[in-house]
């Protein structure tokens, strides 16, 4: 009799622990939630326009950044960038030539307090179209607020920590959604808008079919991250100076980033810039330098960072989409010798790697499918958010948050959270809000009967 009785006994142990740790999960992708939708609705909006940030930039400043085409040749690019000066006094620290017939070309001017100011001309004839504050066009003031980079350097943890939490939100997602014998909810929505049911199974479904582009997206966007993010670049790049490992960079070298000059790809934010080995001669004008750089086959849409000084370089540099016409070059500024010269190719294989994750989460990738294939997925992702809080409010009891009830058996709690911890050692900031987290959820419960909420 005791045999057959502990028989019996056993599939309602196993379905207990199971229910246990259905209801663990479910709590802690109830936490992961509520630490992320906020800002995961922040990024999907921002990140859905930055997609199209060249036609969104082209259309709003289309009166300084678009000219005429005309058969007559540019004018020299000093007497472009000596027209700039005129309108903006200051120092020219950056000049970007047309990138198209059509285009207009740019000069980064610094003034006496440190303020740079992009002015705007007309290649053909050196005149002024406008000027716009450094950084200050729409979709880079969108790019500061999608990393949260905006406000400072704290913030941008917070991202980093948000990331994690997605990896975390998509991971216990798909556990809660395995299909379990329902009929529905698996892949179908059933009920009507007045429903839970309705939103649980659009969230769910949402969440299934998004899930791994959510995934993709969180952990591309990890190398921008603030802890994470600088130590995987030191790793991937090695301490050659920033550069990937293999580069030529025998030259005496500078204490200034490539990152500082303007924006770069992730792979050389670390990346430091050489010296000029030669400072007793004449130095070279920039229209020898644009020559030069034309001469080596920069493509076109490259900038320039004009010398900083006596032993200063002009740097070339290019980020196109298609990520295998990437370059940086640095001349010297009396010689007009490239002192470094690389280019995506001489990327070790997870700086490539990387590259091509953060090239098609900025959705370059591919061209205009990419674009609209990120765009979807920012669109899931706010009816993720939305379907939550829904969900959510019809769940929560009156006066109550509506966190999911403790687990019937209180060790499930710690197994989940044990596994969760996995991501918290990759992760370090995810690891602290993690343990801070968890911290709050004893606290507050460890009065709390199972099955409670």
């Known amino acids: 009799m005791t045999t057959v009785s502990t028989a019996a006994a ?36 921002t990140g859905g326009l930055y997609l199209f940030r060249a036609e969104i930039d082209g259309l709003i400043h289309r009166d300084l950044k678009q000219v005429e085409a005309r058969a007559t040749g540019e004018r020299p690019p000093t007497e472009i960038v000596a027209q700039a000066v005129k309108t903006f006094a200051g120092q020219p620290v950056k000049y970007v030539p047309p990138e198209t017939a ?7 001017i610094r003034d006496a307090a440190g303020a740079r100011m992009v002015v705007y001309v007309d290649p053909y004839n050196a005149r002024v179209l406008g000027q716009i504050p450094d950084r200050g066009t729409v979709m880079w003031v969108i790019r500061q607020l999608h990393s949260l980079a905006y406000f400072g350097p704290v913030a941008n943890g917070v991202i980093e920590i948000v990331g994690g939490w997605a990896i975390l939100l998509v991971l216990t997602g798909l556990y ?20 839970r049911v309705f939103w649980r199974d659009l969230h769910a479904v949402t969440g299934v079919v998004a899930g791994g582009f959510i995934l993709f997206l969180a952990i591309t966007g990890m190398p921008w991250s603030v802890l994470w993010g600088a130590k995987v670049n030191q790793w991937a790049n090695g ?13 005496p070298m ?6 500082h000059a303007g924006p770069t790809s992730w792979s050389l934010e670390q990346a430091k810039v050489p010296e000029s080995a030669s400072t007793g001669g004449k130095p070279i004008d920039l229209d020898a330098a644009v020559a030069a750089f034309d001469r080596l086959g920069l493509t076109r849409g490259y900038a320039v960072n004009l010398p900083g000084g006596p ?18 070059i640095h001349l010297d500024q ?13 990327y070790g294989p997870l700086g490539k790697a990387l590259e091509w994750g953060i090239n098609v989460h900025m959705g370059q990738e591919f061209g205009l499918a990419n674009q609209l294939l990120m765009l979807a997925v920012c669109l899931a992702i706010i009816l993720l958010a939305v379907s939550a809080l829904a969900m959510w409010w019809k769940r929560r009891p009156q ?5 999911p009830p403790l687990p019937g058996e209180r060790g499930t709690m710690r197994v989940v959270l044990g596994l969760l911890a996995v991501g918290g050692i990759v992760f370090p900031l995810v690891g602290l809000s993690l343990i801070a987290m968890g911290l709050v959820d004893f606290i507050a419960t460890r009065n709390v009967q199972p099955g409670r909420t």
């Not at 199971?18 to 939630?33: D, P």
């Not at 301490?239 to 030259?251: E, I, K, T, W």
């Not at 500078?254 to 990152?259: G, P």
């Not at 032993?311 to 940086?328: C, E, I, L, N």
């Open 399 to 403: 006066g109550s948050l509506g966190v």
């Open 10 to 45: 056993a599939p309602e142990r196993a379905d207990r622990r199971a229910a246990s740790f259905y209801r663990a999960v479910w709590r802690w992708h109830f936490y992961a939630g509520l630490i992320t939708l906020p800002f995961l609705i922040l990024l999907a909006v």
């Open 334 to 346: 009396y010689t007009a010798k490239p002192l470094i010269d690389m280019s995506y190719a001489d």
């Open 311 to 328: 032993s200063g370089v002009y740097t070339g540099s290019v980020y196109p989409k298609d990520m295998a016409f990437q370059r940086v």
């Open 254 to 259: 500078s204490d200034e980033h490539l990152a």
């Open 176 to 195: 809660l959604w395995w299909p379990r014998r329902q009929s529905g909810g698996v892949l179908s929505v059933r009920g009507k808008p007045r429903q």
């Open 239 to 251: 301490n050659n100076f920033g550069y990937p490992a293999g580069v030529r960079v025998a030259v």
């Open 102 to 108: 059509s285009a207009s070309a740019e000069v980064t």
